[in-house]
């Protein structure tokens, strides 16, 4: 599997307040940003694979969903995710 437990925590650890934060919003998409690039790579080799490009673009709103979220409550956090992460935005 290419997202181990021990992956995520490392993506909580770094961008969440600490590891065991799995429900802060710089750690979801911090995940979903990882999730995304590995299902973008898998669609380049395998581009008739319908149900990877409907889990894609799912995660794609997830995302943009949390973005938004953040970008509402905090625009400090917003802007230091979207850096880190290096999203266009």
Known sequence: MYLTPEKKQE???????NAED???????????????AHLT???????????????LITLVGKRRRLLDYL??????????????LGLRR
Do not use: P, W
């Open 11 to 17: 993506f909580f650890a770094k961008y969440g307040k």
């Open 22 to 36: 799995t429900g802060s919003a710089e750690g979801q998409i911090a995940m979903f940003s990882f999730r995304i």
């Open 41 to 55: 790579d898998h669609l380049k080799e395998n581009r008739k694979d319908a149900n990877t490009q409907r889990s």
């Open 71 to 84: 970008k509402r409550k905090d625009i400090e956090r917003y802007r230091a995710i979207v850096k880190d």
